[in-house]
């Protein structure tokens, strides 16, 4: 939590997530896809800091499986 200064959001379960973590550290952002995801977290992590990627629920209504999910994050990351 300390650690912790922004979640980024998607999926059809962004708004649950929010529910439940939206109050937990300073900053929540809901994205529409991995890229505006990945995007938003270039904006707000500063230099030295970690972007992890960290599945909180299924996201079939955006990838067939967890190696195809983590296949685009690592395909928008390196477009930056």
Do not use: W
Not at 51 to 65: E, I, K, Q, R
């Amino acid at each position: 939590k300390d650690k912790v200064h922004t979640i980024i959001a998607i999926g059809e379960s962004k708004d649950r997530v929010e529910d439940q973590l939206g109050d937990v550290v300073p900053n929540f952002v809901k994205a529409e896809s991995m890229m505006k995801a990945v995007r938003a977290a270039q904006k707000v992590a500063k230099r030295g800091e970690v972007v992890l990627l960290s599945p909180a629920c299924a996201s079939f209504d955006m990838y067939d499986d967890y190696e195809h999910r983590g296949k685009v994050f690592k395909e928008e990351v390196y477009k930056l």
